[in-house]
T-cell receptor
């Protein structure tokens, strides 16, 4: 149980395009979803926390206009990287949890490469 | 603020041997959770083991066990009978039970044949 699916697993696109990454909780309702970014050989950096039906809470230094997060339902959150540039290339991981005091369950990540 | 420190950037161990990865943390909370996650080259985050601070007994999962020292704020991971598939980055994480996880910087473990 507690499976989180992330799609796509790998995307390559041209500079200036927008890219949407989906995070789905397959067998539970996720009250909260998290988006992380991971640079090579580094730890996970929390970008934002999203609760269903409300605006995401962004960590300090993360551009909310660049990284749009939508958590429209209890099983789906999306991260859109707008007008992506090569410096946005990274590994993005989502996670979801069922409720307060419940642990996070991680998706398999998305490798984003901007040419 | 809570912090998590993993002081060993890289470690190696011979296959079938035992290795211990260290993790220390700082918090003023009395109840919290601690995790070890494994991230193999595929980059999935795999939960290895979890410890609740109010439980004195150390958690174990097959070949993986922890040495949880609450007073010392230490949470080390012992891997017994190391296997080639254990080669991965290992992250220690702290969670107060609300809001976000605090991750350590990771330890890259290589199991040698």
């Amino acid at each position: 149980g507690a499976v989180v699916s992330q799609h796509p697993s790998w995307v390559i696109c041209k500079s200036g395009t927008s890219v949407k990454i989906e995070c789905r909780s397959l067998d539970f309702q996720a009250t909260t979803m998290f988006w992380y970014r991971q640079f090579p050989k580094q730890s996970l950096m929390l970008m934002a926390t999203s609760n269903e039906g409300s605006k995401a809470t962004y960590e300090q230094g993360v551009e909310k206009d660049k990284f749009l997060i939508n958590h429209a339902s209890l099983t789906l959150s999306t991260l859109t990287v707008t007008s992506a540039h090569p410096e946005d290339s990274s590994f993005y991981i989502c996670s979801a949890k069922m409720g307060d005091y419940q642990p996070q369950h991680f998706g398999d990540g998305t490798r984003l490469s901007i040419l | 603020a809570q912090t998590v420190t993993q002081s060993q950037p890289e470690m190696s161990v011979q296959e079938a041997e035992t290795v211990t990865l260290s993790c220390t943390y700082d918090t003023s909370e009395s109840n919290y959770y601690l995790f070890w996650y494994k991230q193999p080259p595929s980059r999935q985050m795999i939960l290895v083991i979890r410890q609740e601070a109010y439980k004195q007994q150390n958690a174990t999962e097959n070949r993986f066990s922890v040495n949880f020292q609450k007073a010392a704020k230490s949470f080390s991971l012992k891997i017994s009978d190391s296997q080639l598939g254990d080669t991965a980055m290992y992250f220690c994480a702290f969670w107060s039970g609300t809001y976000k996880y605090i991750f350590g910087t990771g330890t890259r473990l290589k199991v040698l044949a």
